[in-house]
């Protein structure tokens, strides 16, 4: 069976007046599997929406190839584009319809059912909200209604193009839940984020894009068990002697200042222990390497979202 999508070496420039050229798009390939949550991950600039506009066949590249579903969607045929499902911005929505107007709209844009349309309405939590003006809705309800809008026409391959961004972390993970079940139901899923914790709860891969370019793809898990960075645990200062510090670092780095004791250590479990049996577990924090992490040794850059 064919790839869900398959993108070789894309590239696109644009070239703004007196602001010289942006190389937007600098040499992308990637490959998503069908039933895959892929996401592209990188800080504003990066390059992930004129990447997604290209994949989904809204904008041209200069040059490259995308497959989707083994269809090319430039140009445009209504055989993809059916199985497609595109989140467009709030800002697209119809002027002046109710989210049940906006929403019936595009099922019927979609050759989709009256039905369908209160059903994805439902699926988004907005069945009590169908008659309230799109405008009126709230950041994360205008989220959900786009979604739904590109859920409508039953696609196989959806696009969600920074969804969560602006809105506040309980909207937020309402919505990642809502994300996840789409994925669940054996849609693939392409979803683009500045939000680090985002694509490491939600893809199974993760592209890390930055100034135009994907610098790696893998599993989040994946990445931080090739970074083989050590875990650090951080003990509030003033419970332990400087003696005690040094032996339980054991020759491993560590770094303390007035408030708190930091060590790195390739044996949690081990410094766990002692530090317990010394009882000196007071503002005990443990913390794993993350997508930061992996970000600042693919990049070279400390992460700036
Ligand atoms: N229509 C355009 N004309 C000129 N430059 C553009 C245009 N669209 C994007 N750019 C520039 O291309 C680069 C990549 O932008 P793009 O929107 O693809 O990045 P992004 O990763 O999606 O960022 P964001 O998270 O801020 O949307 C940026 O430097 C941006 O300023």
């Not at 070496?9 to 390939?29: I, Q």
């Not at 309402?174 to 669940?184: E, H, K, T, V």
């Not at 913390?287 to 970000?295: C, G, K, P, S, Y």
Request: aromatic share 6%; glycine share 10%.
């Amino acid at each position: 069976m064919d790839a869900a999508i398959e993108v070789a070496d894309l590239r696109k420039t644009y070239r703004g007046r007196g602001t010289g050229e942006v190389r937007a798009v600098d040499g992308v390939s990637f490959r998503v599997e069908r039933g895959e949550f892929f996401g592209i991950l990188g800080p504003n600039g990066a390059g992930k929406t004129t990447t997604l506009e290209i994949v989904e066949g809204l904008r041209k590249p200069d040059s490259g190839t995308v497959r989707l579903l083994g269809l090319s969607p430039w140009p445009h045929s209504p055989e993809l584009t059916g199985r497609l499902g595109v989140q467009l911005q709030a800002s697209a929505f119809f002027e002046f319809l109710t989210a049940r107007e906006q929403i019936e709209t595009f099922a019927q844009l979609y050759g989709a059912s009256k039905a369908r349309a209160a059903e994805m309405l439902e699926l988004v939590g907005l069945t009590e909200h169908a008659n309230v003006r799109c405008e009126k809705l709230s950041g994360g309800q205008q989220q959900r209604l786009s979604i739904a809008c590109a859920l409508v026409g039953d696609p196989e391959l959806v696009f969600l193009d920074e969804p969560t961004a602006a809105l506040d972390p309980q909207a937020r993970r309402n919505l990642w839940d809502l994300m996840r079940s789409i994925n669940a139901e054996g849609r693939t899923v392409v979803l683009t984020t500045h939000y680090m914790e985002e694509a490491e709860a939600l893809c199974d891969r993760v592209a890390i894009m930055d100034a135009g370019k994907i610098r790696a793809v893998d599993s989040p898990a994946g990445f931080v068990r090739s970074l083989d960075a050590p875990t650090k645990v951080t003990v509030a200062a003033g419970q332990l002697s400087g003696e005690r510090v040094q032996a339980l670092a054991a020759g491993e780095p560590w770094t303390a200042d007035e408030a708190a004791v930091v060590f790195e250590t390739r044996d949690p479990r081990k410094l766990l222990t002692e530090l317990a049996s010394d009882g000196a577990l007071d503002g005990l924090a443990v913390r794993t390497a993350n997508l930061e992490d992996v970000f600042l040794h693919v990049t070279g850059r400390e992460w700036r979202a």
